[in-house]
């Protein structure tokens, strides 16, 4: 799957967001597959669920990530 990566910092929260198409924002991080996209959000967010995390990203081609600081 290819995926692109757009990340905000600020002094509060990280936003990161993950798309399945380029849409102007963010970095191209190439054709993933499924672990290496699964490993890449935990490491993000380590609480997250992760199958509903990677199904959201499948299905609507777009996963917004936010960690509170």
Do not use: C
């Not at 102007?24 to 290496?36: N, T, V």
Request: proline share 3%; charged share 30%; net charge negative.
């Amino acid at each position: 799957m290819t995926i692109w990566q757009y990340k905000e910092e600020k002094e509060t929260h990280l936003l990161v967001k993950l798309y399945r198409e380029d849409h102007g924002e963010g970095k191209f991080l190439g054709d993933l597959d499924e672990e290496s996209i699964r490993k890449m959000i935990l490491d993000i967010k380590p609480d997250i669920n992760i199958d509903q995390a990677f199904g959201t990203l499948s299905y609507f081609g777009l996963l917004p990530i936010l960690v509170v600081k």
